[in-house]
């Protein structure tokens, strides 16, 4: 009665707090429930290393251990690691100060779990189980069933442990090496080395007659180095254990395997992958791996709350074979003597298989890449072919234009050489009258005959350039001077400016313009445009009929500007005045002007046509200088 006063006082206080007082009490109540819920999901492991953290092959299993545990726990970890020394001599009574040492640290508050990792923490294990926490639930893996002892088994211990079969081993090697006739098997002298000494003595018995078995067990492990370097042809290595050598010098980590390694004369073979990967040729071996994921599995449903007694969990056989390709090409075991199904691993891909696809790929690109050079070597072909068509056309064109142009001119150059041989035939009438005289006038008749000469030169200039402007020649490019081929261009049409009444002026550089082109064609370029220049200004007043032909050296290039009076161009039709067949003669054929740009261009050059500010129509040809021969 006074518990439930006291229950009823306790509410009715709670009762009468004020709200503030109640909401913190509550808040540390939550804070307090959260704290006893946090610490009781909360789990302690402790690991015990056979010999030490770098021993292999047991290292490898508590590392892919500690994993499987991080990955598979529900609950946060606190994992303890500590390492049996001791397990290298034969002396028991140097494990005591290690009992004490764990009995310290865990005595107040023993481990929810102890995973012992290999044979001789199992050993020692079952020696101290009174001392080290008699009700800890304890999970020996990693060990070989003949380690454990099942008759000191106790309710809170379970066993996750894997079954050696030596014979197995031994056969699996000679069938993929069927000449070999010595196997030397390198095991240290610890007192679990000597154990398994006598085991595999008793299961390879059965082989004695097939081969020889060599034990090193008792010498150092620099004899024992020496030995296996000096092995004669077609031997062996069995790779065991090396905890400590026959001369007590204790081994750990991969340095005693590594320098076998570097001075056996025969491939090495063993029971556990984890040697796998570098020295070993491999075989048949137990999976570090899968045997650390069995003992997680097992102890996560210890930490879950169930007794390790009740778990029983059968020993694991060797996992399927797989090989090292590296070390059965190094030895020259063929992959046809390997077992149904192996696995081969660290396989060296040939070129083809490392790089099909980028092989694949650059075939495909150099044939693509040659596909297009011969097409395009195809089309170069065809377009230096139908540039030299283009040419022999455009010479062709521009003969008949010149033909044209000499049709136009036929009044004028008869005239221009009609005066002349007119002038030579009165010349030469005079003379004879002045020799028939009794007394000649020498010195007159001399300047007679100098006319004559000068007359005759001046109808054979006239006939040359008209020779020249209607010769067919090939095009060819030679170096020329702008300022030259205008001035003849000019003198050439003179004759033909008086006749049409037209007033011809030039204006040319001071000093040379030198370009690399055809005499021929570029003269009828500007013959060209002087002629449609005067065609344009037919209808109109004779004061006004003015053409004026200048040149200019301007940068890199060489201008002649051929300007006139005249009615000029519509600007909607500046662009079209080169094209073929345009023109806005009655009679005309609108070639002229196409035929000119065509030549220009032929030559590097730019032909173009702007109405002038005034009146009238400037075309310009624009050509790249060159220089002149010396």
Not at 311 to 326: L, Q
Request: aromatic share 8%.
């Amino acid at each position: 009665m006074a518990h439930n006063s006291e229950r009823r006082d306790d509410a009715n206080c709670f009762m009468t707090m004020r709200p503030i007082a109640k909401f913190c009490l509550v808040a540390i109540a939550y804070s307090l429930s959260v704290l006893n819920a946090g610490a009781a999901e909360h789990r302690r492991v402790m690991i015990l290393h056979s010999v030490g953290r770098e021993f292999r092959p047991w290292n490898e299993y508590a590392k892919d251990i500690r994993a499987e545990l991080d990955r598979q726990s529900p609950w946060p970890l606190d994992v303890q690691e500590h390492s049996l020394i001791a397990a290298r001599p034969d002396d028991q009574n140097s494990e005591a100060p290690f009992v004490e040492y764990l009995s310290a640290l865990y005595g107040k508050r023993p481990p929810d779990l102890i995973i012992s990792v290999g044979a001789p923490s199992a050993g020692f294990i079952q020696r101290h189980r009174r001392e080290l926490f008699s009700t800890t639930p304890m999970l020996f893996t990693v060990v070989e069933q003949r380690r454990v002892l099942a008759s000191d088994l106790t309710e809170y211990d379970t066993v996750v442990a894997v079954r050696h079969d030596f014979r197995v081993l031994f056969e699996s090697f000679l069938r993929i090496s069927p000449d070999t006739k010595i196997v030397a098997i390198v095991n240290g002298d610890s007192p679990n080395e000597r154990f398994w000494q006598g085991e595999m003595r008793r299961e390879l018995q059965p082989l004695e007659g097939r081969i020889e078995i060599r034990w090193f067990d008792k010498l150092s492990y620099e004899d024992l180095l020496k030995q296996t370097a000096a092995l004669p042809p077609h031997s062996a290595i069995f790779w065991y254990q090396m905890i400590a050598d026959g001369a007590g010098i204790a081994h750990e980590g991969d340095r005693a395997l590594q320098r076998l390694y570097a001075t056996a004369n025969a491939p090495i073979f063993s029971h556990d992958d984890a040697f796998f990967g570098r020295e070993i040729v491999g075989g048949p071996m137990h999976s570090a791996l899968a045997g650390s994921k069995r003992a997680v599995a097992v102890a996560m449903r210890i930490l879950g709350g169930e007794k390790p007694g009740t778990i029983k969990t059968r020993p694991s056989d060797f996992a399927p074979a797989k090989y090292d390709w590296r070390e059965l090409h190094r030895w020259n075991i063929s992959e046809r003597l390997l077992p149904p199904g192996a696995e081969v691993d660290f396989r060296v891909p040939s070129t083809w298989e490392s790089y099909r696809w980028q092989i694949i790929l650059i075939c495909a690109v150099v044939l693509v890449q040659t596909l297009l050079i011969s097409l395009l070597l195809h089309e170069r072909g065809r377009r230096s072919f139908a540039e030299v068509q283009s040419r022999q056309r455009m010479s062709e064109l521009a003969h008949v234009n010149r033909f044209s142009t000499a049709g136009e001119l036929t009044a004028t150059i008869a005239h221009e050489i009609n005066q002349p041989l007119g002038a030579i035939r009165v010349n030469i009438e005079t003379a004879e009258l002045m020799v028939k005289s009794p007394s000649p006038d020498l010195q007159e008749i001399g300047e007679i005959l100098a006319d004559i000469r000068r007359d005759d030169q001046r109808a054979s200039e006239v006939i040359g350039r008209l020779r020249s402007l209607l010769t067919k020649a090939p095009f060819e490019l030679k170096p020329i001077d702008l300022n030259e081929v205008a001035r003849e261009t000019i003198q050439f049409l003179s004759a033909l400016a008086i006749a049409r009444e037209v007033n011809l002026t030039s204006s040319i550089a001071p000093t040379p313009v030198p370009i690399r082109g055809d005499l021929v064609q570029v003269q009828q370029v500007i013959l060209n445009l002087i002629v449609n220049a005067m065609d344009a200004m037919s209808g109109m007043p004779v004061a006004e009929r003015r053409i004026v032909v200048s040149t200019a050296r301007d940068g890199n290039s060489g201008d002649i500007f051929v300007s006139d009076a005249g009615p000029g161009i519509p600007v909607d039709k500046l662009k079209e005045v080169f094209e073929p067949f345009f023109t806005t003669k009655p009679q005309g054929m609108g070639m002229g002007l196409s035929i000119a740009r065509t030549i220009v261009e032929a030559h590097g050059g730019q032909l173009s046509a702007e109405n002038q500010a005034g009146r009238g129509v400037a075309f310009r040809i624009r050509l790249p200088l060159a220089a002149l021969p010396k």
